[in-house]
């Protein structure tokens, strides 16, 4: 489903969004649930390729900007849907390099004393999960690319659920996570 929520301030995907954009990939659910993943999957490549630090999240924002146009260009589109996809990667990439330029001349983030401060929040944050949220979000980052696709595959099979499903309730804590995250500092910036 792409990125329902990044940090930058995007907007969740709704339900429909996204299955508009299943159905635009394909009329057949499971047909295009596989086509989604083999575009999430050549997104992460293309970005990990280019250097990107957080591979997934940019193609996760691309996901999400099409996902959002469905409407809009599903009935007059012609050709490969993945295309689209690739097009919209590559001015996120653009967006990205501008942003990272702008990010390695701006002052560090303002914190508690020392750069683990984050760290240490997340960690706060984590034991606030339930053991089975916390086991299924750090097995779900546990690997590093080709091991991380199949160890996610591996975990679907196991839950019982589809790969889309998994990604979208490792999404969901991911979220839970970041927003924690930010109501601490919020909270350490106001004493």
Same mark, same amino acid.
């Given at each position: 489903m792409g990125s329902p929520g990044s940090q930058r301030g995007k907007v969740d995907l709704t339900k429909e969004e996204f299955d508009r954009l299943l159905h635009w990939l394909d009329r057949d659910r499971d047909r295009a649930a596989q086509r989604y993943e083999q575009i999430r999957s050549g997104l992460i490549? %293309?970005?990990l390729c280019r250097g990107a630090v957080d591979p997934e999240e940019l193609a996760d924002e691309t996901i999400n900007r099409v996902a959002r146009k469905v409407q809009e260009i599903a009935d007059n589109y012609v050709g490969d849907p993945s295309l689209y996809f690739y097009g919209v990667a590559n001015m996120i990439y653009l967006e990205?390099? &501008? &942003?990272?330029? %702008? /990010?390695? =001349? /701006? #002052?560090? #983030?303002?914190? #508690? *004393?020392g750069p683990d401060w +984050?760290? *240490?929040?997340? *960690?706060q944050c984590m034991q606030k999960l339930s053991d089975e949220n916390r086991e299924l979000i750090l097995a779900y980052y546990e690997h590093e690319r080709r091991a991380k696709i199949d160890r996610r595959k591996e975990l679907a099979d196991r839950m019982g659920i589809t790969a889309n499903a998994l990604w979208i &309730? /490792? =999404?969901r804590i991911k979220k839970d996570l970041q927003n924690c995250v930010k109501q +601490?500092?919020?909270s350490d910036r106001r004493q």
């Amino acid at each position: 489903m792409g990125s329902p929520g990044s940090q930058r301030g995007k907007v969740d995907l709704t339900k429909e969004e996204f299955d508009r954009l299943l159905h635009w990939l394909d009329r057949d659910r499971d047909r295009a649930a596989q086509r989604y993943e083999q575009i999430r999957s050549g997104l992460i490549k %293309v970005f990990l390729c280019r250097g990107a630090v957080d591979p997934e999240e940019l193609a996760d924002e691309t996901i999400n900007r099409v996902a959002r146009k469905v409407q809009e260009i599903a009935d007059n589109y012609v050709g490969d849907p993945s295309l689209y996809f690739y097009g919209v990667a590559n001015m996120i990439y653009l967006e990205y390099i &501008r &942003r990272k330029s %702008v /990010a390695t =001349h /701006a #002052p560090p #983030p303002e914190g #508690p *004393e020392g750069p683990d401060w +984050r760290y *240490e929040y997340l *960690e706060q944050c984590m034991q606030k999960l339930s053991d089975e949220n916390r086991e299924l979000i750090l097995a779900y980052y546990e690997h590093e690319r080709r091991a991380k696709i199949d160890r996610r595959k591996e975990l679907a099979d196991r839950m019982g659920i589809t790969a889309n499903a998994l990604w979208i &309730r /490792a =999404h969901r804590i991911k979220k839970d996570l970041q927003n924690c995250v930010k109501q +601490r500092l919020r909270s350490d910036r106001r004493q």
